[in-house]
Structure formats: C-alpha cells, structure tokens
C-alpha cells in the first residue's frame, strides 16, 4: 500500500513514518527543511504545501493518506489556527477526486466547549479557544463535504516515544526536586499512549472509510495528580509534590498570558475529560493494549 502522510516532522507524523514503512510505501509531508532532511536519511519525504498542485501530484497515486499536519499552541495568531480549517477545506477536492482513503487525525480538544461531567461521544459546542475551535470546524469540513471515503481519529493527550507535546509540558511542572501540581490535580482525564495511537490508525487503515470520527485514548482515565507523579517519578525520579493554588493561575493567564500560563493549557489539566470509546472498539475492532506504565517506562 502507498500511503501519504502530511506533518510527517511531527511527533505524531514521524511516529506513523516509522511504525508503517515497515510495511508499506510511505511518503512523508512537511514543511521544516532541516526536519526533512534529517528524517530523510531513513523515510521518502518531501517538502509540500498542502494548497499545491505539488500534493495533487503526490497525493493522486496513494492507496491512503493520513492527515497529521496542524499548527498546535495553547495561543498564537487566528489566522495560524484558521490555517488548520483552510487545508482541510483545500485537500478534500483533490482526496475526492482522487478518491483516495484519509484518516483525518483531529483532536479532544473539540470537546472543550462542553459540559465534562460524563464520557464524551460526539462533540455539539463550539469551542472558545483557537486551537479547539480550528480542529473543531476542521472536523465540521469534513462531515460537511461530500466526501466518503474517509475516517477520523480524535486522540486525547498522546504522549510516549517522539512525544513533544505533553511530556514538556509536564517537564515544565518540575521545579528542582519537587512536582507542581497546580490546583487540587484531582481532574478525571485520558491520555492515549502512542503505540496505542499507531495501533488505532494500522486498524483504521484495515477496516476503511467509516465516514465518522473516533474518540481515541487509553481508556483509563487517570487524575492529572497520578499522571504527572507517575511520570516524574519514572522519569526524573522525582515524588516530593507541592500543589500550587489555581486561583492566582487563573488571574496571572487573565491578566499577563504567557505560553506556559494560560486559560486553554489550565483548562487541559483541571477540567475532567473523558471519552467513550464504544463506538471506537466496535467499529474498528481495535483495544488499547499499553498502559500508562509500560508507556513512561519507555520512554
């Protein structure tokens, strides 16, 4: 099978290269030059803007083609978000014509917009946050179209091997030997182990277009206190905790918003989220199998 995979330099992305060249004709996407070059070395890659005649070119000859690629940052400029929602709107005529298989990796930060209190299915608000709301209306582009020959992956929080998301943001709640945890840390949320992930898209590619999406996570929520002394103490070798009061947060992300402080990557870690993944294990055939143990243990 010749697969096609966009943000092929990112953690997701070089995951995928790595777990699916072993079987198949793989193509990465991106647009870091040194990124690409590196990777090179081992993978097919190719600089590509999604909006080209370029990726017709490439796309029209692959059996599948997994979306990975999206601007992901608790803040920055709207039209870097928007940029998110535009190449979904752009690469659909040309997967249509083609009629090539997708896999649109969204997110569950479409969820944020809803009430938490019970496991999420299918999301009915629009997010507030830029990032939430592009992955949000990325996915409503989708459902929207005329296009069938696709399915969609929403994971919750992935993180393991070629994680740089959430491992640093946990790295950055430890402050010489100790683990701040800001709030109570008692929010209910799912993570997803990567190999987990990859398993979930090798049995996506297997079943074919489901023209829905799915949740996708361990499906064994943990409070954010156990998660982040879990993996400090695994990986750092780290347990002394220090619960700083969420409070003052709150008002620092009000007034001052910085990168590491701010309502969205709050929200993310004192919210409960979890999703139900029925509809993902019937319809995919698919169970997590690593735990979050075995997923810090290693990295």
């Given at each position: 099978m010749r697969i096609v995979i966009s943000g092929a330099t990112g953690s997701i992305g070089s995951q995928l290269m790595e777990r699916l060249s072993s079987f198949h004709e793989v193509v990465g996407l991106g647009r870091d030059e040194s990124k690409i070059n590196y990777m090179a070395r081992r993978f097919t890659m190719s600089?590509?803007?999604?909006?080209?005649?370029?990726?017709?070119?490439?796309?029209?000859?692959?059996?599948?083609?997994?979306h990975c690629a999206a601007?992901?940052?608790?803040?920055?400029?709207?039209?870097?978000f928007q940029k998110n929602v535009d190449i979904?709107?752009?690469?659909?005529?040309?997967?249509?014509?083609n009629d090539v298989f997708t896999i649109f990796v969204s997110s569950a930060s479409v969820f944020d917009g809803m009430p938490r209190e019970t496991a999420?299915?299918?999301?009915?608000?629009?997010?507030?946050?830029?990032?939430?709301?592009?992955?949000?209306?990325?996915?409503?582009?989708?459902?929207?179209?005329?296009?069938?020959?696709w399915t969609g992956l929403r994971p919750r929080a992935v993180i393991g091997k070629g994680d740089n998301t959430v491992a640093p943001r946990l790295d950055a709640l430890i402050r010489g030997n100790k683990i701040l945890i800001p709030g109570k840390g008692d929010a209910l949320l799912d993570y997803t182990?990567?190999?987990?992930?990859?398993?979930?898209v090798e049995a996506t590619i297997a079943t074919g277009a489901q023209r829905r999406f799915f949740n996708v996570s361990n499906g064994d929520p943990r409070p954010f206190k156990e998660l982040v002394t879990t993996y400090a103490k695994q990986i750092h070798n780290i347990t002394a905790?220090?619960?700083?009061?969420?409070?003052?947060?709150?008002?620092?992300?009000?007034?001052?918003?910085?990168?590491?402080?701010?309502?969205?990557?709050?929200?993310?870690i004192s919210k409960p989220m979890v999703l139900d993944l029925s509809a993902t294990k019937r319809a995919l055939t698919w169970e997590p199998k690593q735990s979050l143990e075995q997923c810090l243990e290693g990295m």
């Open positions: 600089s590509c803007d999604l909006e080209s005649q370029a990726f017709e070119t490439i796309v029209a000859s692959a059996d599948c083609f997994i601007f992901a940052a608790p803040r920055g400029k709207a039209a870097r979904v709107n752009a690469v659909i005529p040309v997967l249509e014509v999420l299915t299918d999301p009915s608000a629009r997010p507030r946050s830029l990032y939430a709301k592009s992955k949000y209306d990325a996915e409503q582009a989708v459902l929207n179209s005329s296009y069938n020959n182990c990567m190999e987990n992930f990859l398993d979930c905790t220090k619960h700083v009061p969420l409070l003052p947060l709150r008002i620092m992300a009000s007034l001052f918003p910085t990168d590491k402080i701010n309502h969205y990557s709050l929200d993310q």
